[in-house]
């Protein structure tokens, strides 16, 4: 059998990776190929927002983390082509431009994907990282406990997993908060 | 196990060649006012592959980078080393159908970061890389051969030994512009399924 070929190691993103991946949010004069909004006005579906706070095990916001969000349509289906779709599903946001280094995407609400409950894929990076974060957002009004991965996760851990609804100045908006460290460590999955 | 059963398969979304601007892979240019920017010019260029050799085609990287004076052009940069008005330091390309991706950049210079007492980085690119599945998703920094920073740089050496030769470019004086740009190899190998250890 033919030997197998190494995998490239993972590094840190750093500190300055904005002017580049994150640029159009930051200020920076190149164009962006994703940004905050997976989704524009006229996509079927529920208009949602996800906002939340990337917090160390301090506590205290991070500032200089990334987070990507990769979802289904309003009808369980991946849009699989990036283009100029109304309804893109993928987004990408740094946490270094509010005052509450706080993210919010733009996006409408995922269908349900075969057996799963509707979710929100999340991949994060960071400085203090060596590699890619993933997790999933999940829904408080949805029936999560029919979703095998969900229920593959400890009972008293999965809240860390629920987005929770809000509604602000008639907007949709999703509360969803991860935590690095600490007793309400956020669950990340193996990939 | 349950988890890796249900998500190494999740497809990225697969960008296409409409979204790559005609400069955005040559850091010469991208940025260019009024003359070229300071600094040696090279070429960086590779394979991006699975791990049993297939190239993977339509992987969109995308790299960043110090300037030839080994400053970023961040806001947040604080060393004491001049920016470069013609240079940005950020690019990005698909892979073609053999996997292929080629930028035309400056050398990035040493910098020093604070990290512990008189603490120097190597001279190393960012690369971030989105290929098919998730599993395919990788953030990680390329190095120039023979650098005598890596043995005092934390962030190199927290990769184990038998692996830090995967992120050190190959010289290549076959793929030179020949009275133009050295040329630099660097490959990269995908695979959600045999991580690197590191623990």
Redesign the interface.
Known sequence: MMKKLRQTPSQTIGPFFAYSLTAEQYGYNFNSIVNGSLTDDTAEGKKIFIKGNIFDGDGNAIHDAMIELWQADANGNYQNHFSSNNFKGFGRLGTGTTSDKSFTFKTIKPGSVANHAPHINVIIFMRGSLHALHTRIYFDDEQNEEDTLYNSVDAERRKTLIAIRNEEDGKVMYHFDIYMQGENETVFFEI | ????E???D???????E??I?KFDNNLTK??RKNHDPIGERIKVSGKV?????RPLRNVLI???QANSAGR??????IHDAPLDPNF?????MLTDNEGKYMFYTIKPGAYPWGNHFNAWRPNHI?F?VMGHQ??H?????MYFPGDPLFEFDP?FQ???VH??E??IAKFRMDWTDPEFALAYEF??????K???P?E
């Open positions: 196990m349950l988890v890796k249900y998500l190494k999740l497809s990225l979304p697969a960008f296409g409409s979204i601007g991208n940025a592959m699975d791990e049993d050799g995308e790299i960043w970023y052009i961040h806001k947040e940069e940005l330091g950020a690019g990005r960012h971030s998730i599993g998703r990788l953030v990680t920094q962030i927290s990769v184990p692996a830090r995967l992120l490959n990269i190998i995908l695979n959600g045999s991580k690197t590191f």
